[in-house]
């Protein structure tokens, strides 16, 4: 069989990294049908005694693994930066025991999706509970495995991407972008590897609970712009900054979806940009020195403009002004190639946009 050689390449680079690795996933066929099988009954015991209905609920924490934590030495000086929960050295030092996880309320409960997360509370020691967000990255609940991967002919299975993949990916994402955290990302309370009440082990992401709403909560271009107090534009602007930070420290983040993106509740008489956080890194990627993989961060960013109709001319007329600028701003190279020149991935989405248009334009001639 083959595990996923991508997640397993960035694991490998992480501390102390035994958290993320999979130790019992079978290597043969036969053992194969067999786990699959076992994971359907523990999402049928998941889903029959639902964690929802017995909230709230302590995890049992049986492992700790805090190297994903902020690095306030790093911060970049002209960011806003939100204050700090916990002590980072609390943090890092506590141990299994000291650990009190709290699952309180559901914000993410389903199947075939790669983590549960829940609203709920941490407590160190003797400390005071604090608000977080919980990530469980539930094997049971992920999407089943296909059972050729388990095939011993390794010409033919699929790749296998585990839960703990997922949660190894973030976790090497969180690392590299510690200077961030508390910013345009959330602050990483750091992993643990805790007991569920189905029976199953599982990695659990503590993260900073972030008070908003995700931009897909906005269908219209009027009501994100009110919101916002600014343009659409001006908002694209600021993410690209916030990307290209992200790209700077080495990580890009390959899943730039609305849902991915959050607009947060702020107190009155801060910049209305401030609000934007990114979240989600488990399919996060290294910047490549060769291949253009920063290329699927900066269409997504151009893709805002499409779901919120911006028109085309004043797209044109955004990029033009700042690709003619001297200097011009460290953002705009997201939109270069390394083997197609600058400017190479907007020029790309501004001929399928203008086909797009003159499509939709041609099938709107009454004959």
């Known amino acids: 069989m083959n595990l996923d050689e991508y997640a397993e390449r960035l694991i490998n680079l992480l501390p102390q990294n035994e958290i993320f690795v999979d130790k019992d996933i079978p290597r043969d066929y036969q053992n194969g049908l ?41 911060r970049v000086l002209y960011q806003q930066y939100r204050p700090l929960l916990f002590s980072i050295d609390k943090l ?40 977080v967000c919980i990530k469980i990255y539930q094997q049971s609940m992920c999407s089943l495995p296909d059972i050729d991967s388990f095939d011993e002919d390794e010409r033919y299975n699929p790749e296998l991407r585990t839960a703990r993949h997922d949660a190894g990916v973030e976790a090497w994402a969180y690392c590299k972008l510690a200077p961030l955290q508390g910013s345009i990302i959330p602050c990483s309370y750091g992993f ?14 503590i993260l900073e609970y972030l008070n908003g709403v995700t931009l897909s909560s906005f269908k219209r271009r009027d009501d994100l712009e009110r919101h916002l107090s600014c343009r659409v534009i001006d ?38 940009l401030s609000s934007l956080a990114i979240i989600d890194f488990n399919r996060a990627a290294p910047v490549h020195a060769i291949f253009d993989n920063e290329r699927g961060d900066s269409l997504c960013m151009l893709d805002l403009f499409r779901r919120y109709r911006v ?37 790309y989405w501004h001929i399928i946009m203008c086909g797009r248009e003159r499509r939709q334009q041609y099938t709107s001639i009454e004959y």
């Open 34 to 74: 067999l786990y699959i099988t076992e994971l359907e009954r523990l999402r049928s015991l998941t889903c029959s005694k639902a964690l929802r209905r017995s909230l709230p609920c302590i995890l049992d924490i049986t492992k700790t693994w805090t190297h994903s934590l902020p690095d306030t030495s790093r």
């Open 92 to 131: 890092s030092t506590a141990s299994p025991q000291d650990t009190t996880l709290t699952l309180e309320h559901v914000i993410r409960a389903k199947r075939d999706t790669t983590s549960q997360v829940y609203k709920g509370s941490l407590r160190i020691g003797s400390g005071k509970s604090r608000e």
């Open 192 to 205: 643990y590897e805790a007991r569920l009440p189905n029976g199953e082990t599982a990695v659990v992401h």
């Open 235 to 272: 908002m694209v602007e600021k993410l690209l900054e916030n990307i290209a930070l992200m790209h700077e420290l080495g990580v890009t983040h390959q899943d730039l979806n609305p849902n991915n993106i959050m607009l947060l509740t702020q107190p009155r008489g801060l910049e209305p």
């Open 311 to 347: 028109p085309i001319r004043l797209v044109e007329a955004w990029y033009t002004k700042h690709a003619s600028s001297h200097p011009r701003p460290r953002w705009l190279s997201l939109f270069d190639s390394k083997t197609a020149g600058e400017g190479a991935h907007f020029r």
